[in-house]
């Protein structure tokens, strides 16, 4: 899916800016924000969700194109998710074990008093 999305944005022959295509992202993430602020419902913010990851790939696009690097990109950015991915859940995961523990030191000063 990720390819397709820089298919696209390759073909655009429009001059474009980082920070225009930027601006867009942020844009809708407002879109998206207020779809889940105003309950427009799950359709809605699915298809918002799709905006904001077509928009916010296309900057990274724009900036690989920027330093050259656009033939890269995409295999760049499947290590930055894997990487990023591999820490949200160490992340989690520590939070789990920290949540597991304090429930279970609260419990045992509850048996203690």
Known sequence: MIDEILEVGRTIK?????LGVLCKSMEELGELAQA???NQGYEEIVSEV???IIAITDVGLNAAIDVGEQDKYEADLMIAISKKLSKWIRCTASKQIRMVIWKSQQAGKSHSS
């Not at 429009?14 to 980082?18: A, D, E, F, L, V």
């Open 50 to 52: 799709a905006d904001v």
């Open 36 to 38: 889940i602020n105003k």
């Open 14 to 18: 429009q001059p474009r800016t980082t």
